[in-house]
């Protein structure tokens, strides 16, 4: 799929805008404990602009509804956003709050944990996106994560099934995830932690990891894709479960992998690709964005991954 082709297709992604201060640490301290770090990395983060950035570089056009602090790391979020060719006119920056801020601890093992201040995220209301109804009409996508309120979501995946657009949904955090949200979405994309939660199963084997896809498609989700990391993706549709496997790689740095992930999909999604195949295309997208620090700035452009030689890594 070219370049061109892929501009035509709008994805509208409704969701959170962070600045992300990464720690790389030999290893996560525990409770009552000083560690000294190797190094810190300072980029713009949060799952929504995320996912934004990414389906900008592959290609999509992409409209960012959101809420940053009337801040510097505001202003600087909305400069970055533009430069990535992203419509930012629904950014509103917020007189109350201060821009979303992540910190996130990376190890050796490049295990992650990460604390979040919602600051603007989660100021971002209803309003923000019926004021945006004239783009999630015309988007082919509509795109949300949890990180803002889910009224929020909610109101954005209903506009998106009236206008009888796709809805996919990050359930990230899962602790907001309900029925009316749930009934609202298309193609439902959790990892194991968040499925585990919202249908009460945990997970340690395959037919655990199916079971658990097939009672969230019990709970109203049309399509899901659970994300396993290093164990591929498991794709629940229609016509049953597939495994996709993931594309082998050495990871430095795991965060945002998800968010890669989800929105390479959504674009594959918007190109009219098969839930299957838009995964298959999305882990290599992941598996790229994990070979290197940081959240935005380890997301792959269209070029970079017509380039990437995946024989060298898919040993
Ligand atoms: O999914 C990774 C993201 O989670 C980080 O960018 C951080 O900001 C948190 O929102």
């Not at 995320?50 to 056009?61: I, K, P, T, W, Y």
């Amino acid at each position: 799929m070219s370049q061109d082709q892929r501009k035509q297709k709008r994805i509208c992604i409704v969701g959170s805008a962070n600045v992300d201060l990464t720690f790389r640490t030999p290893r996560l301290p525990v409770p009552g404990e000083t560690l000294a770090g190797q190094s810190l990395h300072q980029c713009m983060g949060g799952k929504g602009a995320n996912q934004a950035v990414v389906a900008a570089r592959l290609g999509a056009d992409v409209t960012f509804i959101a809420r940053v602090g009337n801040d510097g790391f505001g202003t600087q979020a909305i400069k970055a956003y533009t430069a990535e060719g992203i419509n930012t006119s629904f950014i509103q920056q917020d007189d109350e709050e201060p821009t979303g801020t992540a910190v996130i601890l990376v190890d050796d093992d490049a295990e992650n944990c990460i604390i979040v201040i919602a600051g603007a995220n989660d100021r971002l209301a209803p309003d923000d996106v019926r004021a945006a109804s004239s783009v999630i009409e015309q988007s082919d996508v509509v795109l949300c994560q949890l990180e803002t309120p889910v009224e929020t979501t909610i109101e954005a995946f209903r506009l998106a099934r009236e206008a009888n657009k796709v809805t996919v949904l990050t359930p990230a955090p899962a602790n907001s995830v309900n029925s009316e949200l749930l009934a609202l979405c298309d193609v439902c994309v959790p990892n194991a932690t968040e499925i585990s939660a919202i249908v009460h199963q945990p997970i340690s084997a395959e037919a655990d990891a199916i079971r658990a896809t097939e009672l969230l498609r019990g709970r109203g989700v049309n399509r899901v894709a659970l994300t396993m990391g290093g164990d591929g993706v498991l794709v629940l549709d229609e016509s049953g479960p597939t495994h996709v496997p993931a594309t082998k790689v050495e990871a430095v740095d795991t965060t945002g992998a998800g968010d890669a992930f989800t929105a390479a999909l959504a674009v594959s999604l918007a190109d009219g690709l098969g839930l299957v195949d838009a995964a298959r295309f999305a882990v290599q997208v992941a598996a790229i964005s994990v070979t290197r620090i940081g959240t935005q700035t380890s997301f792959p452009s269209l070029e970079e991954l017509n380039n990437w030689d995946r024989r060298k890594v898919n040993r």
